[in-house]
Every structure is written in C-alpha cells, then in structure tokens.
C-alpha cells in the first residue's frame, strides 16, 4: 500500500499551539517533571452542581437520541433568551446554529462561506485557531497587526486599509484571548461606521469570553453597538468558559438566516447534532442561577491583579491589566538578546518560553503563535498559589540572564 498522503488542507495548517503546548505539559509531567502550569485555557473550576444534575435528569429521563440538528427547543429559546438580554436583540428560531463548542460553529461557518481566494481580515494578536481555520477552508488569511501602541485593538484605520473586494470576513474577538482587551462601545460604532461603506463585509464576533469581565456592567456586542450590521454578523459564543463546562462541547452561533441555514446543512452531514445530554446542561446553564459566574469573576480579577503586578516588577517584562478573559499577554522584548546560563542566546520569544520550561519549569505559551511578538501568554485560570510560584520561578529565570 502506498504511504498515506494528507489532503493539502491538512499540509497547509497546524496543529493548534494551545493543544500542542497542553500535550507537551502532560508529557513532561508523565516523566516525572514538576511543572507550574500556566498555559491552560480552561477554568479550573468544576461546572456547577445544577448543572450537573440538569444532564444527570436528562439521561435518567431517556433524552439520550438525536436531536434537531438546531438543537433542542430548550436549548434553542435558552440562547435566544440569554442573547435578548445582553442584546436587547430579538433573533428568530432560523437565526440560530449549536455545535460541539464555539470553536465548530467558527469552523463550519468559514466551510460555509468561503471559496478559494475569499479574504478573512483577523487583528493579531488573534486566538490560535483562526488562520488555520480559514486556511483549512481555502480562504487567505488576512493578518492585521494590532500591537500595543493601538491597545492590542483593530482602529478603524486599520480596518479599511485591510479591506479589499475579496473581503468576505472580519474576525473580532472582544474580550481576547491572548490579550484580553475589551472594545469599547464607542470603539465598536468606529469599527461599525467603516463596514458600512463595505456591505460585501460580514463580521464574526467570538464573545465566548463576554462573561469574563472585570469592568462595570457586562461587555457589549457588536449587534448590541451596531444593530444596523445585524444581517452580516455572526455572534458566536457558548457555555465553556463562562459555565467551566468546556468538556461538553457545546458552543453556538446565532446571525443571518441564510448563512445559519447553510452552515446547519453542513453540521446535518457534520455530527447530526450535539450531545443531546450537554444540550439539556447547557440549557440550564444558562437559564438557572448565575450567581457561579459572578464567583468566578470575583475569583479570576483577584488572581489577574496579583499576575499584572507580579510580571511588571519582572525586570525586562511588562504588560497592561486585562479587561476579561483569563489571560495576560506579556512583553518580554527585554529578555531578548540575552544568554542563559548554558551559553544559548535568546532570539525570540519560542526561546524565551523554551529557556522558562528547561530552567524555571514554568509553562506558557509563545506570542509567535497569536501572530504577535515577542510576547507570551500566560491562563490565570489556575490558583493563586500557581501563578505565585509561577511567578517567583521566571522572575528567578530572568535574573540569571546576561
Ligand atoms: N474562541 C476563543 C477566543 C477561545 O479562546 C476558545 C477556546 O479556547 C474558543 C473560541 C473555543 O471555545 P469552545 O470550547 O466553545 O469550542
């Protein structure tokens, strides 16, 4: 038989660099390495009991075969609900798709739209997945660089210059993973005002993060700021972050009917449905108490605060005060061109992160792979005694540089 040859949709992407660092931690941790984990991009928390016990009545009740591939009806008026509020929109049954987790519907939704050479305009640093998602569904990545002196943000300078006829997507990602920021209102019009001179331009908005937020009041969506582009966005989100239930798979997305309705054709080929017990748990995620999320909040702006603080009196880091989300995107422009103790120099930020897991035996992941550096991001989704000694441990790192 001849030797296996991947399709060029494969050649062409890689693997995701959050899983493969997770892999590598787990790795060293199974040879007997003790490892300060600061890569994680999950809660730590364990989802919450009436959660739990809204799956365990699901299964005992025997709703255990397939469902719409839109979902069940609980499900379906659960979202729609949960968006109204953070909204004020109200979307229709045929504007919503579910999926095993955000990351599928922003997958199926790029399959749905794209054809060869169709441009997506992604802000960098961007979460991991994206360029190769759009890569693996024949579109080009259009990467905007967005680096501190622009608060990690797309201007709508930046935006214009981006756009091209080709442009079929934008991808705002608010609050960020890696960096955090939040769009402003006021920023989110700015944005908004551009796209209307480019109506061929659709927008996904990945606000899987909207509940992690330590500003006052909840953060705002784009269709909530620019209600106007409703007909070309997409809002995706789901229950992984903000439930700590990102073993469920289950995420969403809700926007123009023609695109859900294409994008639901693919996911009826795709997986039929999701888990029909997570649906039922996500369901009552969403619709029960909330007082779990806001415990969360409470817990993650007590560690980000002690991270930011830590990492800035690091001699030769720095890094401003995220608004959401649990991660803290970290200069570390000041360790390059240094040399480690056994004589290697430091030429980017791969071998900054390289040299925190060989001396410090702190893991996190390198800017490189959200397209910006040289930077890092550490997950304050772990305990305060983690990022403590985390902490401690690439301060110690830092010093012995020369
Ligand atoms: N979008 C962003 C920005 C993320 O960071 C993640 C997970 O890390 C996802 C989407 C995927 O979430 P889900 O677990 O719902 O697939």
């Not at 493969?20 to 009991?49: C, H, M, N, Q, W």
């Not at 006829?165 to 551009?194: C, F, H, M, Q, R």
């Not at 999320?293 to 720095?318: F, T």
């Amino acid at each position: 038989m001849s030797e296996y040859q991947p399709a060029s949709r494969v050649a062409r992407i890689r693997e995701s660099a959050s899983v493969l660092a997770a892999g590598r931690v787990r790795e060293l941790k199974a040879e007997g390495r003790s490892i300060i984990d600061l890569t994680v991009g999950e809660p730590d928390f364990d989802t919450p009991d009436h959660v739990k016990q809204a799956a365990i009545a699901a299964i005992t009740a025997g709703e255990t075969k397939y469902t719409a591939v839109t979902g069940t009806p609980q499900l379906r008026s659960a979202i729609l609900g949960h968006l109204e509020r953070r909204t004020g929109l109200r979307y229709g049954q045929n504007e919503i798709t579910v999926a095993g987790g955000a990351k599928q519907v922003i997958f199926t939704a790029f399959m749905a739209s794209l054809d060869k050479g169709d441009e997506v305009v992604i802000p960098a640093p961007y979460w991991v997945s994206y360029p190769d998602m759009v890569l693996a569904n024949d579109g080009t990545p259009v990467i905007v660089p967005c680096g501190d002196e622009v608060g990690f943000k797309l201007t709508p300078e930046a935006l214009a210059a981006a756009i091209t006829p080709a442009t079929k997507w934008l991808i705002l990602n608010t609050p960020s993973n890696p960096t955090g920021v939040v769009y402003s209102p006021a920023e989110l019009k700015a944005l908004a005002a551009v796209l209307a001179d480019h109506p061929h331009v659709h927008v996904l908005t990945d606000e899987i993060y909207d509940e992690i937020n330590f500003g006052a009041g909840q953060i705002t969506s784009l269709v909530a700021a620019a209600p106007q582009l409703r007909d070309r966005v997409l809002v995706v989100n789901g229950v992984s972050k903000a439930y700590a239930m990102t073993g469920w798979r289950l995420g969403y997305g809700v926007g123009p009917a023609g695109l859900v309705a294409a994008i639901n054709k693919l996911q009826s080929q795709i997986s039929s449905c999701p888990s029909s017990i997570s649906q039922a748990a996500a369901a009552a995620a969403l619709t029960g108490e909330q007082r779990f999320v806001a415990e969360c909040v409470a817990a993650y702006k007590e560690r980000r605060d002690v991270a930011v603080a830590g990492l800035n009196s690091i001699e030769g880091l720095s890094c401003t005060t995220p608004d959401g989300a649990f991660y803290v995107y970290v200069k570390c422009e000041g360790a390059i061109g240094k040399t480690t103790p056994d004589g290697s120099r430091i030429e980017s930020d791969q071998d900054f992160v390289l040299y925190l897991l060989d001396a410090a035996s702190v893991a996190v992941i390198p800017g490189s792979a959200y397209g910006l550096g040289p930077y890092f991001r550490i997950s304050f989704a772990t305990s305060l005694e983690t990022i403590k000694t985390g902490l401690e441990a690439i301060d110690k790192a830092v010093r012995s540089l020369k």
